[in-house]
């Protein structure tokens, strides 16, 4: 028998996957729930905007998704509440605010992370949700904008939201520069600072303060959680998801996944057939499971066939089949 790679974490242990715009669609979420029953699956960030005025269904998700938490994108209470209302009557488990999102085309609609130096009407947009919806309203934030990074300044933030009564944040633990920097090296290029987290938990004990940012394996989940109450896993989770089938024994302490890599490759072909069957594509789903056999031979293989071939004209579950016939089982 395998020794498990690390041991259970305390019960309050949260892990979560990140909000990634284009990324955590649907679709995706439908996977990564496969892999893991427990974890907390966060939306794309959708704009108030897109769902109040937009011609598409922004809040449509699958029922297998839950716990499932909607990230909206908006700095105008009025808006935030009446998207707050009709993303908890379509039976969202939680509503995330965000402000660390720095992208341009972010900026100029006043939302994301340049609302860090704004926490006033942080707090009010917060507020304005909570009165309005019974789920719980949480916020995403960074550690800090441009020379607008020292500790108190963080404080002052988590502190005046924290008084509308949100108990819940999520801190990706580096800066953002407003300017300058794309989105893409935002993510990568200001440093990480772990012990910032660190100090806000000790600081707010009451509160519940999940870190996130360049967290790439379950033994860091869990080094993590001896100093926050969750973790929140973005980039890894989505290029090696096969990682997420561990979550559920070693941060929820439930049974081992006894499933292989190809089972949850086959269990994904129903899905994949009936949204084929009412008129989708096979590339709205395959791209989110490329990571699926990261590192192992027959990798190149599998991702080669499905980037090939599922974009034909009437691919099907079959492209997968084939696709993991190229890889041998393990
Ligand atoms: C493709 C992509 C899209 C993202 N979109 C969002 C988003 O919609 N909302 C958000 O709060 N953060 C977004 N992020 C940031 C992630 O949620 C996360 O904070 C960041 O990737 C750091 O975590 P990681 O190092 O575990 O990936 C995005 C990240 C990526 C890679």
């Given at each position: 028998m395998t020794k498990p790679v690390i041991n259970s974490v305390h019960a309050a242990g949260r892990f979560s996957i990140a909000p990634m715009l284009d990324w955590t669609d649907r679709h995706c979420r439908y996977f990564h729930r496969l892999l893991t029953k427990n974890t907390l699956l966060y939306t794309e960030m959708v704009t108030t905007g897109a769902i109040i005025h937009g011609r598409g269904d922004y809040l449509a998700y699958n029922k297998e998704e839950h716990p499932v938490s909607l990230q909206l994108g908006g700095s105008n209470p009025i808006d935030l509440a009446q998207s707050a209302k009709l993303a908890q009557e379509r039976g969202y488990d939680e509503i995330n605010l965000n402000v660390g999102c720095p992208?341009?085309?972010?900026?100029?609609?006043?939302?994301?992370?340049?609302?860090?130096?704004?926490?006033?009407?942080?707090?009010?947009?917060?507020?304005?949700?909570?009165?309005?919806?019974?789920?719980?309203?949480?916020?995403?934030?960074?550690?800090?904008?441009?020379?607008?990074?020292?500790?108190?300044?963080?404080?002052?933030?988590?502190?005046?939201?924290?008084?509308?009564?949100?108990?819940?944040?999520?801190?990706?633990?580096?800066?953002?520069?407003?300017?300058?920097?794309?989105?893409?090296?935002?993510?990568?290029?200001?440093?990480?600072?772990?012990?910032?987290?660190?100090?806000?938990?000790?600081?707010?004990?009451?509160?519940?303060?999940?870190?996130?940012?360049?967290?790439?394996?379950?033994?860091?989940?869990?080094?993590?959680?001896?100093?926050?109450?969750?973790?929140?896993?973005?980039?890894?989770?989505?290029?090696?998801?096969?990682?997420?089938?561990?979550?559920?024994?070693?941060?929820?302490?439930?049974?081992?996944?006894?499933?292989?890599?190809?089972?949850?490759?086959?269990?994904?072909?129903?899905?994949?057939?009936n949204h084929i069957r009412n008129g989708g594509s096979l590339t709205h789903i395959y791209r989110h499971m490329l990571g699926l056999f990261l590192g192992l031979p027959g990798a190149r293989a599998w991702k080669r066939h499905l980037s090939e071939q599922g974009h034909k004209k009437g691919a099907g579950v079959e492209v997968v089949e084939a696709a993991l016939l190229l890889v041998p089982k393990s």
């Open positions: 992208s341009d085309r972010v900026q100029s609609g006043k939302f994301g992370a340049c609302l860090m130096a704004e926490p006033t009407l942080v707090a009010d947009c917060v507020k304005a949700m909570q009165d309005v919806v019974d789920i719980p309203i949480t916020v995403k934030t960074r550690i800090g904008i441009d020379d607008q990074d020292s500790y108190e300044f963080l404080q002052t933030f988590i502190d005046t939201v924290a008084a509308t009564g949100c108990k819940d944040f999520t801190l990706h633990a580096r800066k953002a520069w407003l300017s300058g920097l794309s989105p893409k090296e935002n993510r990568e290029i200001p440093e990480l600072n772990y012990q910032r987290v660190y100090d806000i938990k000790q600081d707010f004990p009451a509160l519940f303060i999940a870190i996130n940012g360049g967290v790439k394996t379950l033994a860091e989940t869990q080094l993590h959680l001896g100093n926050v109450d969750g973790v929140m896993m973005g980039r890894e989770a989505y290029h090696n998801p096969f990682l997420l089938s561990q979550i559920d024994e070693l941060v929820y302490g439930g049974e081992k996944s006894t499933h292989s890599r190809h089972d949850y490759a086959e269990m994904m072909l129903p899905y994949i057939d």
